[in-house]
């Protein structure tokens, strides 16, 4: 027995929202209340981390506010051509230090940025629920996110998310509009695989 949805197939049963979820980037433009943005992101706080150290910070901006035109500057000029039209963007950023229980001091950490990862998929599958999706994009100038947006040392830019409403895909310039739909996954036996890899 298999799942289908979004005209994908997943190779064993799982919840239809995985398949709900991808990456357009035709949006509408639409304003997005920041209550239901705080709810996107009340998601990813909840996700799992190292010790629990909660690595990941937020940083957004909701379109037609004071911040907007900051962010957006923030991305490459691909990315702005659709980007235009998102409700919210998002920047992820995770601490490359945490303080294990009981030591005194901050050590590395090893699995941050998995971390934070980890919290951008429980924000994704939350925007998915709500009627809404995300496009991730590392297509930004990260060492002017890090100065503009006041990113402390020792934290790492992991990605900015566009936030949007499914728009017009005739919108978007070629080749972006033929590429505009739910993509398949390779099959579960080349990414998982009992005892290690093959030899």
């Known amino acids: 027995m298999t799942t289908a949805a979004n005209g994908r197939t997943a190779d064993y049963p799982i919840d ?5 979820r991808w990456s357009p980037r035709a949006f509408t433009g639409e ?4 209550h239901d943005l ?6 990813g706080r909840w996700a799992a981390s190292s010790y629990n150290s909660q690595p990941w910070r937020f940083l957004y901006a909701i379109r037609d506010t004071p911040s907007w035109q900051k962010f957006f500057g923030l991305l490459l000029p691909n990315n702005q051509s659709w ?8 920047v992820m950023v995770s601490n490359s230090m945490m303080r294990p229980p009981g030591a005194d001091k901050d050590v590395p950490s090893h699995s941050h940025s998995f971390d934070a990862g980890t ?10 629920k709500m009627g809404w999706h995300l496009h991730g994009m590392v297509g930004l ?7 503009e947006l006041n990113v ?10 566009a936030v949007g ?27 998982a695989f009992e005892g290690g890899f093959p030899a």
């Open 16 to 20: 239809p929202i995985f398949l709900e």
């Open 31 to 34: 304003t997005i209340a920041e």
């Open 38 to 43: 705080m709810t996107m992101l009340e998601a």
């Open 83 to 90: 980007a235009k039209d998102a409700s919210a963007l998002v």
């Open 119 to 128: 919290a951008s998929g429980y924000v994704a599958l939350q925007a998915v």
């Open 141 to 147: 100038d990260m060492q002017r996110a890090f100065t």
């Open 152 to 161: 402390p040392q020792g934290y790492r830019v992991e990605a900015a998310y």
């Open 165 to 191: 409403r499914l728009g017009d895909k005739t919108k978007l310039a070629e080749p972006m509009r033929s590429r505009e739909e739910p993509r398949p996954r390779n099959p579960l036996t080349k990414t």
